[in-house]
């Protein structure tokens, strides 16, 4: 079955850390860029983060540039990212989704609850 | 950085009327422009794709037209399970970033 599934999602304190995982399965993972979009509660889509296919380029949101790195593991179909010094509007769901470095995100993850908050 | 604004942020219909959604970019985005169906409590899926694409199993009730800095996502006859938000997305050349725009609910009138 070809499927995103996101995990890793928690409570956090302000200023602190956390990872999250989406791991792949039903299609050939290392071809494709993959994506990291967030949505607040009850607002609208965020893009945060691409990664191309082999790793080797990596784009950021400005909202999260230099606080969260996204990075893959092609060896286990997972993509991550690393999010440090979060902030109280960080709070969202994190949605993984799949495209090519210039298409639409046609796969997207359930999404995982990272709530900031002290 | 391109902005995208979405209208109506609401649209209020009843099943079997013809739904128009409008997506305006603050700049040309050649014909890259996909949009996405949310309903409450899921991801996002993607409908539409270069602006007039179906992706796959997307029934043809949907369309999308426009270019440059217009572009318009039809229903053509609403069925209950189209009651949803709606989002464009765009993306900027250089480097890749990727825009939303705020979204348009379709709802039961």
């Known amino acids: 079955e070809v499927q995103l599934v996101e995990s890793g999602g928690d409570l956090v304190q302000p200023g602190g850390s956390l990872g999250l995982s989406c791991a792949a399965s039903g299609f050939t993972f290392r071809t494709y860029a993959m994506n990291w979009v967030r949505q607040a509660p009850g607002r609208g889509l965020e893009w945060v983060s691409t990664?191309?296919?082999?790793?080797?380029?990596?784009y950021y949101a400005d909202s999260v540039r230099g606080r969260f790195i996204i990075s893959r593991d092609n060896s286990k179909d997972t993509l991550h990212l690393q999010m440090s010094s979060l902030r109280d509007d960080d709070t969202a769901v994190y949605y993984c989704?799949?495209?090519?470095?210039?298409?639409?995100?046609?796969?997207w993850g359930q999404g995982t609850r990272v709530t900031v908050s002290s | 950085e391109i902005v995208l604004k979405q209208s109506p942020a609401t649209l209020s219909l009843s099943p079997g009327e013809r739904a128009t959604l409008s997506c305006r970019a603050s700049?040309?985005?050649?014909?890259?422009l996909a949009w996405y169906q949310q309903k409450p409590g899921q991801a996002p899926r993607l409908l539409m794709y270069d602006a007039s694409n179906r992706a796959t199993g997307i029934p043809a009730r949907f369309s999308g037209s426009g270019s440059g800095t217009e572009f318009t996502l039809t229903i053509s006859s609403l069925e209950p399970e189209d009651f949803a938000v709606y989002y464009c997305q765009q993306r900027s050349n250089w480097p890749p970033t990727w825009t939303f725009g705020q979204g348009t609910k379709v709802e039961i009138k």
């Open positions: 989704a799949k495209g090519t470095i210039s298409g639409p995100f046609d796969l």
């Open positions: 700049q040309s985005v050649s014909s890259y």
């Open positions: 990664l191309t296919g082999s790793g080797g380029s990596a």
